[in-house]
């Protein structure tokens, strides 16, 4: 089963086969409707029927509210009355000053698990090219939730080029996204203002990522960044025992000595860049899913994603 629902996308099929292929530089407007985001998310109060014998008397229920698509009428949550919804023009209208005037190219946008979750992915025109002809292009992600799984979230990211890796991309402090609750109102300029819409996160992260492409790495270094990147938890980090992933050790061990798309470009092989790409991909790529949506859902927004930064983290250490 599909989590994506409906997508538009720019370039290359998607990750699933799936979606309308458009052509650059179309309107908002055309990606609202070819990506099946040109709907509302209407609110309701919640009812229930109380007492015996059926049919009883109808109760509501104050302090909660239903979330329904506009055009299905399909529910998609029960939530709080302080609920701030965040609507599926608003996740397109975010970029509209980015593409028009910024520079910015819509890649994909989409909807999934029925409209509970919403997301647009946009090519920032920044990019970087390692030894090798190993290019990375920055992205800027916008996503959120309706069901209580997503705060609405605006995350540089990148992605490389050869195997179509993706890595957060931090900006500064530690920070890794701006994060909206929907308890706050969604307030797109003050995110964006909040981002730095600017060069600064992407020549930090260009400069970190030419130091690893650089930095050669041993063998026992391998060992030590696997070590720490699979202990469960706040485990001691050892490559034996129940505190470790064996398996996706072994996996990412294999992509980086030359199973990994790209593994033996210059840029790569041996180095600190190659280890970490080899934690990408397996995230990606080749970690255990239920199915190629949710392992990309995951690779996002989830435990899959986590994982990444966690490796990014390591890896720094690597060349700080």
């Given at each position: 089963m599909h989590l994506v629902q409906s997508m538009a996308y720019v370039g290359e099929m998607p990750w699933h086969g799936l979606g309308t292929q458009l052509v650059p530089d179309q309107s908002l407007e055309v990606w609202?409707?070819?990506?099946?985001?040109?709907?509302?998310?209407?609110?309701?109060?919640?009812?229930?029927?109380a007492g015996h014998p059926f049919p009883g008397s109808l109760q509501?229920?104050?302090?909660?509210k239903v979330l329904y698509r506009s055009d299905t009428k399909a529910p998609l949550s029960v939530v709080s009355k302080r609920f701030k919804v965040v609507q599926p023009a608003e996740i397109l209208e975010f970029y509209r000053d980015l593409t028009e005037i910024g520079g910015y190219q819509m890649e994909?946008?989409?909807?999934?698990?029925?409209?509970?979750?919403?997301?647009?992915?946009?090519?920032?025109?920044?990019?970087?090219?390692?030894?090798?002809?190993?290019?990375?292009?920055?992205?800027?992600?916008?996503?959120?939730?309706?069901?209580?799984?997503?705060?609405?979230?605006?995350?540089?990211?990148?992605?490389?080029?050869?195997?179509?890796?993706?890595?957060?991309?931090?900006?500064?402090?530690?920070?890794?996204?701006?994060k909206v609750p929907h308890r706050s109102a969604?307030?797109?300029?003050?995110?964006?203002?909040?981002?730095?819409?600017?060069?600064?996160?992407?020549?930090?992260?260009?400069?970190?990522?030419?130091?690893?492409?650089?930095?050669?790495?041993?063998d026992k270094t391998v060992e030590d960044f696997l070590a720490k990147v699979f202990a469960y938890g706040h485990a001691k980090?050892?490559?034996?025992?129940?505190?470790?992933?064996?398996h996706a050790a072994q996996k990412v061990l294999a992509l980086y000595t030359g199973e990994g798309k790209g593994a033996g470009m210059s840029s790569a092989k041996g180095t600190a860049w190659g280890?970490?790409?080899?934690?990408?991909?397996?995230?990606?790529h080749h970690r255990r899913s239920r199915s190629h949506d949710h392992r990309r859902d995951a690779a996002w927004?989830?435990?899959?994603?986590?994982?990444?930064?966690?490796?990014?983290e390591h890896a720094v250490e690597m060349v700080g």
């Open positions: 609202a409707q070819q990506a099946g985001m040109n709907w509302r998310i209407e609110t309701a109060d919640v009812h229930y029927i509501k229920y104050p302090d909660q994909t946008a989409g909807v999934l698990k029925e409209g509970r979750k919403l997301w647009a992915l946009a090519r920032t025109g920044q990019s970087v090219t390692l030894k090798g002809r190993d290019t990375v292009k920055g992205y800027l992600l916008l996503a959120t939730a309706c069901d209580g799984t997503l705060a609405t979230t605006a995350q540089f990211t990148s992605v490389r080029v050869v195997c179509n890796n993706t890595l957060a991309i931090a900006l500064g402090e530690g920070a890794e996204a701006i969604f307030d797109a300029q003050a995110v964006k203002r909040q981002l730095g819409i600017a060069i600064t996160p992407w020549s930090s992260f260009s400069d970190y990522i030419k130091e690893l492409a650089s930095c050669r790495v041993a980090a050892e490559r034996h025992g129940p505190a470790f992933n064996e280890l970490l790409n080899s934690v990408t991909e397996y995230v990606d927004f989830g435990q899959g994603l986590l994982l990444k930064q966690k490796a990014w």
